[in-house]
């Protein structure tokens, strides 16, 4: 069947030196369904690792814990975290049940890593890492770059061995939390919560809670009119909330370990509370309410912004828009309800600075969003190892007056949209992989380096050759450099073709209504974002703000972002910016080609198939890279006719 066609991605387990008389045997003490699939699962790790099948004892059955064995415990009052521990031959692995799931995939990775560092402790940085599927039920995917979707076709769900297959993948880098479909819900996505559905979605809730992961859905903010019959959804209204209630118990007793609902309201044309008259608070409390007897959340997303805009009114500044909405309603949220706020106050582009919104919300629990679905990073066509970029933004400091003021300690967890799809390694070009396992174990561990994640996934998909894990890491820590560096210039962003987001098209977005206005001309270039201009600077906290506003102490990589500059600026290399946009395009292209290079001297070393499926797509990288190369320096040429000073070609 389409579709069942699927690698075992970093979970390939091969034979491995090393591994310890523990793998002989395992000992479960504890019930916990996930202390079963981590039994399960080590015991094909060490039987593909030894090539012996070790013995498995259950329950009360203790034979074999005095000598050489895993033995894994499942603490009653243990959550998510683990403790690991070797003494005298036995290693227990001991916490809750799905804290014992994820020491086991811990240990499993230390011997795949070869790392003999077998005490420790950990707990999970935050209590929510989940990913957010744009599938749709007609089994496409929005923004999905790595084929159809697993979980829908022809307006059905679909639960099958890839199923658990995936649910695998995401415990094993520990994430807990799986929305399946598209945030934007229309048609019959509205109708996932009726009996229609709810059969399905039961049993693909079971199965990924043998994984530890709670499933949700993306909901309808006007489902009581879509299939309510009602004739209104407001918030306020008492047939509504009395409607949701009926809704939501119906739903979770056939669905009992839903996590909840992600809603994108009065959105890109979602329905929402506006409709009413109402606030997002009002919108999401009434949701929060009628999930909160099955301990279910709401999370609800701050993409809010008006997408008619004027590209002639310079006063509108859609960056401020998530801040101006939600900052207000600081406190009013109810306690199961997070605000998921995307990462940068634009959308996803290479280079932003971080949202503002995360230094005003002191009194309600928020998400960070990010995307390694790579709408805007090369779109799974082009390496961009996104981890760097995650980590910049969890240590961004916000300065909100407390000790502790990072994105990291502000946030209760995180949230990606997925880069998975049916194509058969998952995720369209193999080395994208690295993206969504290094999402999970940033999410789960907030203080591992991007160096280090790469590092654990690159043994765990091509082994340890010293050669395979130097030039793939290298490969993955320049790679986000690179695509900033060939594409829009420092922070500029939005330089792509319209609609599909792959290429450059300097002007595509120019002269549309979507509020991405980069506003060159032949002198200067850039947004003036500060009091003197739109303000959006004056949204975060001191010192930044002022930060922000001086050109001078504004950081380079955004001052297009932040400020509007002519050509002839001078940049703290020496550089003029038009020098420094030409320069930047030439190198980021032979970065590209440097790409490459690297993969070629690993032929012979990764698997034939996968060595020949990267390098089409690094093929296909550099020949991108070459266009925007081109293009955007013709363009900038052509506005400014200053010539490069090296004499390169342009056009
Ligand atoms: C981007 C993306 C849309 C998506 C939206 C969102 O604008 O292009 O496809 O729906 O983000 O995050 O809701």
Redo the contacts with the bound molecule.
């Keep these: 069947m389409e579709g069942l066609e699927y690698s075992r991605a970093w979970l390939a387990y091969r034979k491995t030196e090393g591994v310890g008389d523990f793998a002989g045997s395992i000992v479960c003490r504890g019930g916990g369904v996930q202390l079963k699939t981590a039994a399960t699962e080590l015991k094909a790790a060490f039987e593909a690792m030894t090539g012996r099948t070790p013995e498995t004892m259950e329950g009360e059955d203790e034979r074999g814990a005095d000598r050489p064995c895993v033995l894994l415990i499942e603490e009653a009052s243990g959550g998510e975290g683990y403790r690991m521990e070797l003494k005298d031959g036995v290693m227990t692995v001991s916490g809750g049940s799905c804290g014992v799931l994820y020491g086991a995939f811990a240990l499993i990775r230390k011997l795949a890593c070869g790392d003999t560092d077998f005490n420790e402790a950990k707990a999970p940085s935050k209590p929510l890492r989940m990913l957010n599927h ?1 599938d749709n039920l007609d089994g496409s995917i ?2 999905g770059y790595s084929g159809a979707s697993f979980f829908f076709r022809d307006n059905k769900v679909v639960v099958n061995e890839r199923t658990e297959a995936y649910a695998r993948l995401l415990a094993s880098c520990g994430i807990n939390g799986a929305a399946i479909n598209n ?2 819900v229309k048609g019959a996505a509205s109708r996932l919560i009726t009996s229609e559905y709810l059969g399905r979605l039961r049993e693909m809730s079971e199965i990924f809670w043998r994984w530890g992961i709670r499933l949700y859905l993306s909901l309808d903010f006007a489902a009581p009119l879509s299939i309510g019959g009602l004739g209104t959804a407001d918030p306020l209204d008492e047939a509504v909330r009395a409607w949701w209630k009926d809704k939501m118990a119906e739903v979770f007793s056939a669905v009992p370990r839903l996590g909840g609902f992600v809603v ?1 309201a009065d ?2 044309g979602r329905p929402g509370p506006f409709s009413y008259g109402r606030s997002h608070a009002e919108g999401a409390n009434m949701l929060a309410e009628a999930v909160r007897p099955y301990g279910g959340l709401i999370i609800w ?1 701050c ?1 809010v912004y008006n997408c008619r805009q004027d590209w002639r009114d310079t006063k509108t500044d859609r960056a401020r828009a998530a801040c101006d909405s939600f900052a207000p309603l600081d406190g009013s949220f109810a306690d199961n309800v997070y605000l998921q706020i995307k990462n940068g106050p634009m ?1 996803f582009q290479v280079r932003e600075p971080v949202s503002p919104l995360f230094g005003k919300l002191r009194r309600t629990k928020c998400l960070l969003e990010v995307q390694i679905a790579q ?1 805007y990073t090369g779109q799974q066509r082009h390496v961009c190892y996104l981890i760097p970029q995650f980590k910049e933004i969890l240590s961004f400091r916000t300065f909100n007056g407390s000790e502790r003021d990072a994105v990291a300690d502000v946030i209760g967890g995180m949230a990606a949209v997925s880069n998975t799809g049916s194509d058969c390694n998952w995720t369209g070009h193999d080395l994208a992989a690295a993206n969504l396992y290094g999402f999970g174990r940033l999410a789960f561990d907030n203080a591992l380096s991007a160096e280090d994640i790469a590092g654990e996934w690159i043994a765990l998909t091509y082994g340890r050759g010293e050669k395979v894990i130097r030039n793939i890491r290298k490969m993955l820590m320049n790679s986000h450099a690179a695509y900033e560096k060939y594409t829009a210039p420092l922070g500029i962003g939005w330089m792509c073709a319209p609609g599909t ?1 792959y290429g450059p098209s300097p002007e595509g977005y120019e002269y549309d209504r979507w509020g991405t206005y980069h506003r060159a001309d032949h002198l200067a270039i850039g947004v003036d974002r500060t009091p003197a201009g739109t303000g959006y600077t004056e949204q975060y906290n001191p010192p930044l703000n002022a930060i922000y506003a001086d050109r001078e102490t504004c950081p380079e990589e955004l001052l297009l972002f932040f400020h509007r500059l002519p050509y002839t600026y001078r940049l703290k290399s020496g550089k003029t910016l038009i020098q420094h946009i030409y320069d930047a395009h030439f190198e980021g292209a032979g970065e590209a080609a440097e790409l490459i290079r690297l993969w070629k001297e690993l032929e012979g070393e990764v698997e034939p198939g996968a060595y020949l499926r990267v390098l089409e797509r690094l093929n296909e990288q550099l020949q991108s890279a070459e266009e925007w190369r081109d293009v955007i320096n013709s363009y900038f040429w052509r506005k400014t006719m200053i010539p490069d000073e090296k004499g390169r070609k342009l056009y």
């Design positions: 744009w929005e923004r945030v934007n994108k959105s890109e997303r993409f959308d709408e987001h």
